[in-house]
Each structure stands twice: as C-alpha cells, then as structure tokens.
C-alpha cells in the first residue's frame, strides 16, 4: 500500500519545480514528476496483477490538479475491477482507429486501391481510365459518402441510368466499383456483403448485359476489295499513307503503329516487337514482317533525333485523325480499324489457317480463362506464314482502281 502523502492545493503543485517525483496525495500513488528541463507531467504509481505500473495521466498544467486527481480514481477504480488501465487504454485507441478507418470515404477508399494496384494496370492511361470513370459516374453519387455506407441502392442509382445507353461503360464501372469495395472489406473499411456484385445482388434488378449490347463493327473494305484498295493506296504520298500501308500489311491497331519506333523493329529477322506498354492486352507482341512490310520501312527515311517510324511534321506521335484523312480523301467508306476487320474476315473465307492464329495475329485478348490457361506460345511461325499469305493475296489480286 502506498505511503499516504500529504493532501497538496493547486498553489502548491504550481511551486513544486525541482526535478523529481512529487507526492500530491489526494489520491494514493499519484505524483508530479518534474524532468531535468522543467517539463512537469502527472504519473499513477500502482500495482497491476502484482507489477508496478508507472501510467501517464498529462501533461501539467494543461490537466490541472483536480482533473488528475479524477482520472488517477477512476484508473484505480479499475484495478479494483480487474481491468488493466493500459490495457483499457490500448483497446480505446484501436477502437477510434476502426472508426475513422470505416469513416473514410468511397473516393478516399478508391484512390487506396488505385495506389496499393497501380503494377497491375497495363499503363499509366488505364489508370487514369480508372479514375475518370469512377469520379464521373460513381463520385456524384457515393464518393464523399463513408465506404462503410455505400448500399445497393446506392450501385442502382449509378449504373441504371447508363445500363441501356452505354452498356460497355457501365459494366467496366460496375466491376470497377465491385473491386473497391472488395479491397474496403478486406482492409476492414466495411463490413458485410458486397452490393456491387453481379451474381446475387445486381442481377436480380438490372437485366443481363448481353441482351443489351448491340454490337457496332468498323467500317471496313471488303476483303475482296482489298487488292485494289493496297494498289490505290500504294500511289499515295506521305507517311501518314505508308502508316496505313502499313497497318494493312500487320494488321496491327493504330496506335500500335503511330507509336511505332526504330528500336523496336529487326529488319534482318522480320520482326516488330510491340512493348507491353502499348498493347492492348499489357503484355509485349512480336508482329511477324511480310517482304512488303519489311520493304516498305526499308525505304522510309528517318529523321535524327526522332524514334518513331511514322513521325507527324513535328517529329511526335501521328494522330488518327491523320491517318483517317488518308482514306476520307481516297473516298473509302471505311475506318483505319475496320482494315484489322478486312483482314480478320479474308482469314475466315478465304483461308484453312486456324482461328486461334488469326486471333493471335490480331493480338485479340482471349476472354476464355481456360484457353488462356494453356496457350503457352505466341504461334508465331504459323502468324508468320499467315502474313505472307496475306501479302500475296494483296499483291496477286490487285488490280488498278481510280483514287481521288
């Protein structure tokens, strides 16, 4: 039992400057301590299950006598209870930290999980894809609102007025807030179910997307047609024209090849290795080289100090808006994408090449996780073969057609 010290007054605490542990009494066990610079802070000495405890109170005088005095009884109160003081104390900090933790907000808790994910996105532009779409459609809506409160009437009010109109969109933003919800309930921001989920929850309200979805093709030159299209083309000058030459050879996408640059190509060997950065799908395609497309980069000049094959007149990135204005002013009804959709239905009617090689050579991301599960390989002898097919059917068919 602690020695009982006399009762001390306000006053007297003010005097009690020299360095050491000062009995106030009052309260058994409670004191001043008094540090070598003068810094005067209050301390319980007690015995916790049979050890002695040395448990802060505050700093003296922002907590003034009295108020001491109260919080040492109400710690030795405890004791007597059975309850560790530290313990208690310990417990009530971690407490307030799950509260603040569920009180963060959707927005708050989306750019967690945009941080804690950014290796996974395939560049910096998918990221920002993932930023705009929530703060456009999900942020009007729930994203100052706690994680912890987000509902499903909530998801409903965001996705039904965009189900039907912008069906593509809103099942990215779908899945897009599913996963943060997901990431909110495993870092413990949230409790409970999921209300983002498809299967269980949205599925009952909104209806399937694949009833929805009306699929818009590219304008396209008709396989048949294509002969004579290369022939039209090939009497085009500028590189904006050998660009689409170019796409037509590889059946590459558009930015793939406005993006294209020197380093990336191995004439010797026929080959363009496309960077995982710049593809679709994240992960890096060698696009097999036909003898024209291999001729056609061969005789392009290049320009010192600039990386990319098919430069604008700044010596940056050609737009698409350049390469469209080729076949606008060729008076072709069709878009630089649709000549991947020239080649793809060239492969189905007139080839026996195989599906699969087709796909690969469109560098198509395969949705089918079993498939991709065991293609190991990227086919690229039998992609090699298919565009040599494809060059002599453009060259062996073509035949001369008026261009304006």
């Keep these: 039992m602690p020695k009982v010290a006399a009762e001390l007054t306000a006053l007297d605490v003010r ?3 020299s360095p050491g542990l000062h009995a106030v ?9 008094v540090s070598d610079t003068g810094a005067r802070y ?3 000495r007690i015995t916790v299950a049979g050890r002695r405890r040395d448990i802060g109170i505050g700093a003296f005088p922002e907590v003034p006598l009295a108020a001491a005095r109260n919080s040492a009884a109400e710690k030795r109160q405890q004791v007597r209870e059975g309850i560790d003081p530290l313990v208690e104390r310990h417990s009530a900090k971690l407490a307030l930290r799950a509260a603040q933790a569920k009180a963060l907000s959707f927005d708050e808790c989306a750019e967690r999980f945009i941080k804690a994910k950014s290796r996974e996105f395939r560049n910096p532009k998918h990221i920002a894809q993932w930023r705009s779409t929530l703060t456009a459609y999900a942020g009007p809506v729930i994203g100052p609102l706690s994680v912890e409160r987000v509902e499903l009437a909530h998801v409903v009010q965001i996705l039904q007025p965009i189900w039907d109109t912008k069906t593509e969109t809103a099942t990215r933003l779908r899945a897009r807030i599913e996963r943060v919800l997901d990431y909110a309930i495993v870092s413990g921001y949230r409790t409970g179910d999921n209300p983002a989920r498809w299967k269980g929850k949205l599925n009952a309200i909104l209806p399937q997307p694949s009833k929805l979805k009306r ?4 304008r396209a030159v008709p396989w048949a047609h294509a ?9 085009r000058p500028g590189i904006a024209a050998r660009g689409v030459e170019f796409i037509l050879y590889t059946a590459a996408r558009s930015g793939e090849v406005r993006g294209a640059r020197w380093e990336e190509i191995d004439l010797e060997a026929g080959i363009w290795t496309v960077p995982g950065e710049r593809m679709k799908a994240g992960r890096s395609h060698r696009v097999p080289l036909s003898t024209p497309a291999v001729t056609l980069l061969r005789d392009l000049p290049r320009f010192e100090g600039c990386p990319y094959v098919f430069p604008s007149a700044r010596g940056g990135i050609l737009s698409d808006m350049t390469l469209a204005a080729v076949l606008r002013r060729m008076q072709i009804d069709a878009t630089v994408h649709g000549l991947r959709s020239t080649f793809r239905d060239w492969c189905s009617e007139v080839t026996d090449h195989q599906r699969e ?3 690969m050579a469109l560098a198509h991301i395969i949705e089918n996780q079993t498939e991709l599960a065991y293609r190991r390989g990227d086919l ?4 090699a073969q298919l565009m040599t097919d494809w060059a002599q059917f453009l060259f062996g068919g073509a035949a001369n057609i008026s261009s304006s």
């Design 227 to 235: 002969p004579a299209f290369l022939c039209a083309l090939r009497q």
């Design 357 to 359: 090689v087709a796909e």
């Design 15 to 17: 005097r009690l400057v």
């Design 25 to 33: 009494g009052g309260v058994p066990g409670l004191m001043l301590r």
């Design 215 to 218: 699929v818009r093709h590219h």
């Design 380 to 383: 690229f002898t039998k992609r």
């Design 42 to 44: 209050w301390i319980l």
